[in-house]
């Protein structure tokens, strides 16, 4: 995969961050070699794996159906998102 | 000629306390967001943790539709962009859904059956809702993470009344089973159908057009009987392969209309993988015992009555559409009221002053109180007529039904004293008509009983004034 300025504007704009000018070349090269050292994994011969596998072979644990929720955490996270309002996550217009 | 295809995928709202994998509470009309927590909000580092009570409901479904119930299933990431989904993915279950391979029958007029097979029911996560005003939009992530059980079937149905017969016999298991409230118009009953058609005789399978979100079992039916007209048209017109593609649309019921709501050019790459924040979903022994344990189905229920209460099939069918309706017939009957009553009191009399969105769950008038009205008739306490005045009372006012037959003076007089009196009275009045009928003219002993019920104001019990009026005829 080929990083460059268009993809890092691309992340940007999806994650609501902002590199600086200065930062760009060198956050360009660091995701380079991220995604070579990623790469690695693909000398691993995985043909004979099923999709299913897993590093335990124990069941998900399952919770028991009893609600709790403490609103304070979800109040905290609105005052923190981007734009909220009347406790909505505001975004903009979608376009259906 | 033509026929046509239909396959349905229907969204199942899972009547959970808490989502699918966080302890977030499932109801509704809470404050937007107030029922989100790190892990349904997608927070880095929260994870799922699934929730027992879904994996039970849905090895109940498969077994009320005679499936194949994966012990172990697994869970699957579908990745798609949009603000109603904060991790910008869903966890459902593609590979290895927990139920596949199950079917239900539907059954038509003149009593015949049709199988319709099941491919699969998987579990998944819902999404959150938006509120487009402007140039904004507004999230509400208060359903995200609210499981559902999506259930395919197999493209089996051959017109929309094959698909709303299937989509009731559906509804009807779910409500049976009590995993889900199903209420079509507030959303947790979502259904989306596939249409195609081909030339009749012809085995293979044309392009399948998807119409989504469709919200009542009329509005299905019309959606999918005016896709099938704008194929069959494209055919005849010689333009189906460029008209008819595969796409999702949308019914238009104001302008009676299906319109496209996404080409195939912008098909989606839902880059599906294993989740990896889950293991394996296992369905252990005691579990597996429990859930396959399930309460008697609308089908078996309907045989049933036709059985033991000697009811028609129609009526049968009619008071096991809904586990709450039979579940009222039943109570009527274990309380006392005969079943051949209870049928017309429940079905004519009591859904027939049901009003204004009011149904038999929301019913002033209960059971119990509706079966006592009916034994009051059995007993002779009153007719059939002064019964329906006290319905109509009780409708309108919590009352005990013999203090409304006390106070509204319905009671029947069947005390002989009384009624000997009221009749010498009428056989006095009409010395003329009693020598008539002692000379054989039989058909004015109607005119004899009439004249006594009218004379008691109908409180008089018809049969003790039939034997009365017979006796002192002689």
């Not at chain 1, 995985?46 to 399952?62: C, H, K, N, V, Y």
């Not at chain 2, 140039?135 to 929309?160: C, F, H, Q, W, Y």
């Not at chain 2, 006594?452 to 017979?470: E, R």
């Amino acid at each position: 995969m080929q990083v460059d300025d268009t993809l890092l504007s691309k992340l940007e704009n999806l994650s609501y961050l902002k590199v600086s000018d200065d930062k760009r070349a060198e956050i360009i090269a660091q995701m380079d070699k991220m995604i070579a050292f990623v790469d690695n994994l693909s000398e691993l011969d995985t043909s004979r794996i099923e999709g299913s596998f897993a590093m335990s072979d124990t069941a998900t644990r399952l919770r028991e159906d009893t609600p709790f929720c403490d609103t304070r955490i979800n109040d905290d996270i609105l005052m923190h998102a981007p734009r909220s309002d009347e406790h909505f996550f505001i975004v903009p217009k979608i376009i259906e | 000629m033509f026929e046509v295809i239909i396959g349905l995928e229907v969204h199942v709202q899972l009547n959970t306390k808490t989502k699918l994998f966080c302890s977030c509470p499932t109801s509704f009309n809470h404050t937007q967001n107030t029922n989100t927590c790190p892990t349904c909000l997608a927070l880095p580092g929260a994870l799922p943790v699934f929730n027992r009570e879904a994996l039970h409901k849905a090895v109940m479904f498969g077994t009320a539709i005679d499936a194949t119930i994966n012990r172990t299933s697994y869970f699957d990431r579908k990745s798609y962009f949009y603000p109603d989904s904060p991790s910008a993915y869903q966890i459902t279950q593609l590979y290895t859904p927990v139920v596949e391979h199950g079917h239900l029958m539907i059954d038509f007029e003149d009593a015949s059956q049709k199988r319709i097979r099941i491919n699969r029911a998987h579990i998944e996560a819902d999404a959150g809702k938006n509120i487009h005003e402007g140039d904004i939009s507004k999230v509400d992530l208060n359903r995200a993470g609210t499981p559902l059980l999506e259930i395919v079937s197999e493209p089996d149905m051959r017109s929309a009344d094959e698909a709303i017969l299937y989509l009731k016999k559906l509804h009807s298991i779910v409500r049976y089973l009590d995993i889900s409230d199903a209420n079509m118009q507030e959303g947790s009953f979502r259904v989306d159908v596939n249409v195609s058609i081909r030339p009749k005789g012809e085995e293979k399978l044309y392009t399948r057009v998807e119409i989504k979100n469709i919200n009542s079992f009329r509005f299905i039916q019309k959606a999918i009987e005016i896709e099938v007209a704008r194929q069959i048209e494209a055919w005849e017109d010689g333009v189906y392969a460029s008209e008819i593609v595969q796409e999702t649309r949308l019914f238009d019921q104001a302008k009676q209309e299906t319109r496209s709501m996404r080409g195939k050019e912008e098909a989606a790459d839902y880059r599906y993988f294993p989740e990896p924040d889950l293991l394996k979903a296992v369905v252990d022994d005691a579990m597996f015992a429990a859930a396959t344990q399930i309460p008697e189905l609308p089908d078996a229920k309907r045989e049933r009555f036709v059985q033991e209460y000697a009811m028609n099939a129609y009526n049968a069918e009619v008071i096991t559409s809904l586990p709450e309706m039979a579940r009222y017939f039943e109570t009527m009957v274990a309380l006392g009221a005969s079943a051949k009553n209870s049928v017309t009191w429940l079905t004519v009399e009591l859904l027939g002053r049901l009003k204004n969105g009011v149904t038999i769950e929301t019913s002033p008038v209960r059971a119990a109180t509706l079966s006592m009205i009916v034994k009051r008739i059995e007993d002779g306490t009153i007719s059939g007529k002064a019964a329906k005045e006290v319905l109509d009372y009780l409708m309108e006012h919590d009352a005990e039904v013999d203090a409304v037959i006390e106070k509204l003076g319905l009671k029947q007089v069947s005390d002989s004293g009384a009624l000997e009196k009221i009749v010498d009275e009428v056989l006095l009045a009409n010395p003329d008509k009693v020598a008539e009928y002692r000379s054989g003219k039989d058909k004015l002993f109607g005119f004899f009983v009439g004249q006594v019920m009218k004379a008691s104001k109908g409180s008089a019990n018809p049969q003790s004034v039939n034997d009365i009026v017979k006796a002192k005829l002689g």
